[in-house]
């Protein structure tokens, strides 16, 4: 595939695209407040790093399609974004692939516990001039309404990874968000809604970080207005 050139042109026709966009905002009382950082930095071809687990036990044991082995390869390339491996050590949606963030803190805002838990997660600090703007929110299964923040990362940055939170860190490359076979939706028993999943290197994103990478190409790249609030998650991320 041909990947994205990471210059002014793409920062600017996201931040143009985030901007005209009239944010859907879910306001549920219910839900606890979470923030996700979208950063997005230059990466070259072939500089993918490997799970330092074997990959039966990060799928543990969930099917996978024919065509997929499981394993983040192949990704890198152009103009990407940072996607974590959880810690398997985590009480919650261990070792499954998020974006860095986590529950705001009172009286904090979405930008600002982005940029926090950008910073604590992967030791990248950016001010609050980098963010272009901000995804939709979604809404989890687990008790939360997720704010994704857009940011420009500048560069390349030089994450490095709070070991007690996360294990892996890579770069993705955004011309895999637009992959012939993306994204996929599937159907289960216990919801109406499709399951969306978003193909990355040989593995699949679910929601809610499949919700917000398809959002990111759809709107950050297409400019494709579409909601992704009421795509669904598997079974697995509901807890």
């Known amino acids: 595939m041909v990947t994205l050139a990471y210059d002014d042109a793409l920062r600017d026709g996201i931040r143009e695209r985030l901007a005209r966009h009239r944010r859907r905002v879910v306001t549920d009382a219910g839900k606890r407040r979470a923030a996700v950082a979208v950063v997005l930095v230059d990466s070259l071809v072939g500089e993918d790093r490997v799970d330092p687990a074997p990959v039966e036990d990060w799928i543990a044991g969930r099917p996978m399609p024919e065509d997929l082995d499981g394993r983040m390869v192949d990704v890198s390339g152009g103009a990407a974004f940072f996607l974590c491996r959880r810690a398997a050590r985590l009480s919650s949606h261990s ?21 926090r838990e950008l ?17 939709d929110d979604y809404p989890t299964r687990s008790g939360y309404v997720i704010t ?9 940055l030089d994450p490095r990874p709070a070991p007690d939170e996360v294990v892996a860190v890579y770069r993705v490359g955004l011309h895999q968000l637009t992959r012939a076979d ?5 159907q289960i028993a216990e919801s109406p809604r499709p399951v969306v999943q978003i193909p990355l290197g040989n593995d699949l ?3 809610p970080t499949g919700a917000v990478l398809l959002q ?5 790249l297409e400019g494709r207005p579409d909601p992704v609030d009421e795509m669904e998650q598997p079974v697995f991320a509901w807890r």
Request: glycine fraction near 14%; proline fraction near 8%; charge should be negative.
């Open 148 to 156: 994704p923040v857009v940011m420009w990362g500048g560069g390349r």
């Open 95 to 115: 070792a499954q692939w998020a974006l860095p963030g986590g529950r705001l803190d009172p009286g904090e805002n979405a930008v600002d516990a982005a940029r």
């Open 216 to 220: 990111l190409r759809w709107l950050g």
């Open 205 to 207: 994103i679910h929601a």
């Open 119 to 135: 910073h604590e997660e992967l030791d990248v600090q950016l001010p609050e001039s980098a963010v272009l703007g901000q995804l």
């Open 182 to 186: 993306s994204p996929r939706f599937v």
